[in-house]
């Protein structure tokens, strides 16, 4: 039976990790470009201005989130408990934590949550905990109030995106709100109506210009676009009833900002 059970698994197929080590890479050698493609954020860049702009984008995007939540989901919505997924070096975790009682931050790079780190102490924020996180979000094991992740799925595979999707929905309290985004197609698909060509190979790493690559040595990027049936098929199978949603399109990667609630008796399987 041993050799059965391992015959077995090495016939598994193995989830790709090296956008993981990708990710850390980023994280030790250029953290707030790997966050935000524009030059001004190279680390051989950075200016204290840029620093702090990079920190205001931060806090316009949290106060567009919880914007969103009240005009189209819960206009009396307060989080006390908030979870940023793919925190990097703290960007929405520094914003939210004005907001809310509690804001925990999850990354898969050490790198990125120790930097993240130093900003919190540079603030004085003693309501953020960071923790490093697997697929399983096994390290989360309380629920929150709203979930939080913006631009980061892009980043992973597919299969492993889904499963981490699911593991969020699941620490989301009744009543809780989640705003999630996800690229689901490239502009340059127009001709097949946003699906992309057979042969097309995947993933696909961004293109960058050539200001940014520059500095030459940088880690993959994968750009991975999400079948949105599955994501959809994940939410009413958790019991979502209602959502809205927002189109992004971040240099030709078209994506969408998911907006929905779990009901105070949400139908599960």
Not at 68 to 77: L, Q
Request: aromatic share 8%.
């Amino acid at each position: 039976m041993a050799g059965s059970d391992s015959a077995e698994s090495m016939n598994k197929p193995t989830a790709d990790m090296s956008t993981d080590s990708a990710w850390e890479q980023w994280g030790r050698n250029d953290p707030y470009f790997g966050v935000f493609t524009n030059p001004i954020f190279r680390r051989t860049a950075m200016t204290e201005d840029a620093k702090r702009d990079f920190f205001r984008s931060g806090v316009s995007d949290a106060d567009q989130t919880l914007a969103a939540i009240r005009t189209h989901i819960d206009p009396s919505f307060v989080p006390r408990k908030i979870l940023d997924y793919g925190c990097g070096v703290g960007r929405l975790v520094v914003a939210f934590a004005t907001m809310a009682e509690e804001v925990v931050g999850v990354d898969v790079s050490p790198s990125m949550l120790e930097e993240a780190q130093r900003n919190c102490d540079e603030r004085q924020l003693r309501n953020v905990r960071l923790l490093r996180c697997d697929d399983d979000v096994s390290n989360v094991t309380r629920d929150f109030d709203l979930i939080h992740s913006c631009i980061v799925f892009q980043h992973i595979p597919v299969e492993r995106g889904r499963v981490i999707f699911a593991n969020l929905l699941r620490r989301l309290r009744p009543g809780g709100i989640a705003a999630i985004h996800l690229t689901y197609s490239k502009t340059r698909f127009e001709s097949s109506h946003g699906l992309a060509p057979a042969a097309s190979p995947a993933p696909q790493t961004v293109e960058r210009p050539p200001s940014a690559t520059a500095g030459g040595g940088d880690p993959e990027m994968q750009m991975n676009p999400y079948n949105m049936n599955t994501i959809l098929f994940l939410m009413q199978s958790h019991g979502v009833q209602k959502s809205y949603f927002e189109f992004t399109d971040h240099g030709g990667e078209l994506g969408v900002f998911l907006y929905f609630s779990i009901p105070l008796d949400p139908a599960k399987p």
